[in-house]
C-alpha cells in the first residue's frame, strides 16, 4: 500500500529604443554576484528527496528487474514522435525496458489506464515546457491507449499547442510548447526572451485542471541551440547574462502566474524536476577516458548507485527554492535523481531525426537529453499517476 499525503487537490522603433537593444548595464553584474552566492555554486551537497512532505519517498530509491515491462509496444502507438522512437530506429537491446522504479519504503501502484480516464472523466490535462515535457506527455498518452486500445481518439497537432481526446471520456491531454515557460516576443527584428512576461503563454493555460509544468535545457542553450537574440528583464535589454540568474527570474514570473491565476480547489499543478543528460562518463565510469567513452552510446544498463554522481544541477536548486516559495501547492515530480541513473535510456543514435551518417558517429551525434519510449517517462507518469490519485 502506498502512504501518501498530498494536500494539492485541487513601425517603427526610436533609434535610441534600437540602440539600448544592444547596451550592458553594469549594475546587473552586483545581481549576478549576489544571486551566485545566494545559490551556493561552489557548494556541492547530496539532494533532498523529502520535498512533498509525503510519508512515501517516492522519488529515492532503486531500478529492479521486472520482466512484465514495458507497458506499451511502440507498434501500438502511432503518435511517438521519430526522436523518441528507439526500437523503430534500430536500436537493437531492449534490457533498457525491463526496469521498474521501486522507492525505498513503499510500492508505487500499478498505472491503470482505465482507472484514469473514470477519474479524470471531462477533465483537462496540459504539459506545458520544452521537449522533455512533450516526451513524457507522448508517454501517458501511450499508457493510457494500451489499456483502452478501442476507445475513440482524436489528435490535433500544432505549434505551440497540441491536444490529444480520449473521446469517450471527454478527457483531453495537451502539450503547450514553452521552453522557457516566460514570453519570447519580437523587437526591432531580433528575439527577445522577457524574463517577466508570461501573459502571452499563460492565458493558454487557465483553463486546464491538471497543469504540469517543466524548463531547464533551453537556458544554458548558446550558439545556434539559442532560442533568443536579447534578454529582457528590469525594462532593459542585454546580449546575455548569468544564465542560472536568468532561469530563476523566470521561474519567478511563472511562480507568480500559478499564484495569481490558479483556483487551486479547482487546479491541480505540477513540475518536473531538471531532467538530466549522459554526456559525461566519468559520471558512471571511473575509468572512462575522453578516447575511449564519450556518451551514453553504447550503455544498456542503469547505474547501480544511489546518490548522485558527480555535481548537482544548480538549476534543480533554483527550481526548489522557487517552488517551496509559492502560495499554490505545487507539487514537485522530482525526476532527476532516478532519471540520472538511468544513463541507458535515451535513444542516442536510434533517433529518426538522425542521418545515416549521423548515426555513423555516435561520440558526436547521439541523443543523450531525451529519452526513448518506451522507457523511462513512463516512470515519470506512474509517479504522476501515484501522486494525482493518493
Given at each position: 500500500?502506498?502512504?501518501?499525503?498530498?494536500?494539492?487537490?485541487?513601425?517603427?522603433?526610436?533609434?535610441?529604443?534600437?540602440?539600448?537593444?544592444?547596451?550592458?548595464?553594469?549594475?546587473?553584474s552586483?545581481?549576478?554576484?549576489?544571486?551566485?552566492?545566494?545559490?551556493?555554486?561552489?557548494?556541492?551537497?547530496?539532494?533532498?528527496?523529502?520535498?512533498?512532505?509525503?510519508?512515501?519517498?517516492?522519488?529515492?530509491?532503486t531500478?529492479?528487474?521486472?520482466?512484465?515491462?514495458?507497458?506499451?509496444?511502440?507498434?501500438?502507438?502511432?503518435?511517438?514522435?521519430?526522436?523518441?522512437?528507439?526500437q523503430?530506429?534500430?536500436?537493437?537491446?531492449?534490457?533498457?525496458?525491463?526496469?521498474?522504479?521501486?522507492?525505498?519504503?513503499?510500492?508505487?501502484?500499478?498505472?491503470?489506464?482505465?482507472?484514469?480516464?473514470?477519474?479524470?472523466?471531462?477533465k483537462?490535462?496540459?504539459?506545458?515546457?520544452?521537449?522533455?515535457g512533450?516526451?513524457?506527455?507522448?508517454?501517458?498518452?501511450?499508457?493510457?491507449?494500451?489499456?483502452?486500445p478501442?476507445?475513440?481518439?482524436?489528435?490535433?497537432?500544432?505549434?505551440?499547442?497540441?491536444?490529444?481526446?480520449?473521446?469517450?471520456y471527454?478527457?483531453?491531454?495537451?502539450?503547450y510548447?514553452?521552453?522557457?515557460?516566460?514570453?519570447?516576443?519580437?523587437?526591432?527584428?531580433?528575439?527577445?526572451?522577457?524574463?517577466?512576461?508570461?501573459?502571452?503563454?499563460g492565458?493558454?493555460?487557465?483553463?486546464?485542471?491538471?497543469?504540469v509544468?517543466?524548463?531547464?535545457?533551453?537556458?544554458?542553450?548558446?550558439?545556434?541551440?539559442?532560442g533568443?537574440?536579447?534578454?529582457?528583464?528590469?525594462?532593459?535589454?542585454?546580449?546575455?547574462?548569468?544564465?542560472?540568474?536568468?532561469?530563476?527570474?523566470?521561474?519567478?514570473?511563472w511562480?507568480?502566474?500559478?499564484?495569481?491565476?490558479v483556483?487551486?480547489?479547482k487546479?491541480?499543478?505540477?513540475?518536473?524536476s531538471?531532467?538530466?543528460?549522459?554526456y559525461?562518463?566519468s559520471?558512471?565510469?571511473?575509468?572512462?577516458?575522453?578516447?575511449?567513452?564519450?556518451?551514453?552510446?553504447?550503455?544498456?544498463?542503469?547505474?547501480?548507485?544511489?546518490?548522485?554522481?558527480?555535481?548537482?544541477?544548480?538549476?534543480?536548486?533554483?527550481?526548489?527554492?522557487?517552488?517551496?516559495?509559492?502560495?499554490?501547492p505545487?507539487?514537485?515530480?522530482?525526476?532527476?535523481?532516478l532519471?540520472?541513473l538511468?544513463k541507458?535510456?535515451h535513444?542516442?543514435?536510434y533517433?529518426?531525426?538522425?542521418?545515416?551518417?549521423?548515426?555513423?558517429?555516435?561520440?558526436?551525434?547521439?541523443?543523450?537529453?531525451?529519452?526513448?519510449?518506451?522507457g523511462?517517462?513512463?516512470?515519470?507518469?506512474e509517479?504522476?499517476?501515484?501522486?494525482?490519485?493518493?
Open positions: 500500500m502506498v502512504l501518501l499525503s498530498c494536500p494539492l487537490f485541487k513601425s517603427c522603433l526610436l533609434p535610441v529604443v534600437l540602440l539600448a537593444l544592444f547596451q550592458f548595464h553594469t549594475g546587473f552586483a545581481v549576478v554576484a549576489s544571486l551566485k552566492k545566494h545559490h551556493g555554486h561552489a557548494q556541492r551537497g547530496k539532494p533532498v528527496f523529502q520535498t512533498n512532505h509525503s510519508t512515501c519517498a517516492l522519488f529515492a530509491g531500478w529492479v528487474r521486472d520482466d512484465s515491462y514495458p507497458l506499451y509496444q511502440y507498434s501500438n502507438c502511432p503518435l511517438i514522435d521519430a526522436e523518441f522512437n528507439c523503430m530506429y534500430g536500436r537493437p537491446d531492449s534490457d533498457y525496458l525491463k526496469y521498474r522504479w521501486q522507492p525505498l519504503n513503499c510500492v508505487l501502484p500499478r498505472f491503470n489506464g482505465l482507472v484514469l480516464l473514470s477519474k479524470m472523466r471531462g483537462h490535462v496540459m504539459f506545458v515546457g520544452d521537449s522533455l512533450r516526451n513524457q506527455w507522448e508517454s501517458l498518452i501511450c499508457m493510457i491507449s494500451a489499456s483502452a478501442k476507445i475513440q481518439t482524436r489528435m490535433s497537432r500544432g505549434d505551440p499547442l497540441s491536444t490529444f481526446k480520449f473521446i469517450d471527454g478527457l483531453s491531454i495537451s502539450f510548447r514553452a521552453p522557457y515557460l516566460v514570453d519570447i516576443g519580437v523587437v526591432g527584428g531580433k528575439r527577445v526572451l522577457k524574463l517577466e512576461d508570461i501573459y502571452a503563454n492565458k493558454a493555460w487557465r483553463t486546464a485542471d491538471v497543469l509544468f517543466n524548463t531547464g535545457h533551453w537556458w544554458s542553450h548558446k550558439g545556434s541551440l539559442q533568443w537574440d536579447l534578454i529582457e528583464t528590469g525594462g532593459k535589454y542585454y546580449k546575455d547574462i548569468d544564465r542560472l540568474v536568468a532561469l530563476e527570474k523566470g521561474l519567478r514570473t511562480a507568480n502566474w500559478v499564484d495569481t491565476n483556483d487551486r480547489t487546479t491541480r499543478v505540477f513540475f518536473q531538471i531532467s538530466p543528460t549522459h559525461d562518463p559520471e558512471w565510469s571511473a575509468g572512462a577516458t575522453a578516447m575511449a567513452t564519450k556518451n551514453c552510446y553504447g550503455e544498456t544498463a542503469p547505474m547501480t548507485r544511489t546518490t548522485y554522481p558527480g555535481t548537482y544541477p544548480d538549476q534543480k536548486r533554483v527550481v526548489d527554492e522557487v517552488i517551496r516559495e509559492m502560495h499554490v505545487t507539487f514537485l515530480l522530482d525526476i532527476t535523481m532519471s540520472e538511468r541507458d535510456g535513444p542516442s543514435i533517433s529518426g531525426d538522425l542521418s545515416p551518417a549521423q548515426r555513423a558517429n555516435p561520440g558526436r551525434s547521439a541523443d543523450c537529453s531525451h529519452w526513448c519510449l518506451p523511462l517517462p513512463d516512470t515519470w507518469n509517479l504522476f499517476y501515484a501522486a494525482l490519485f493518493n
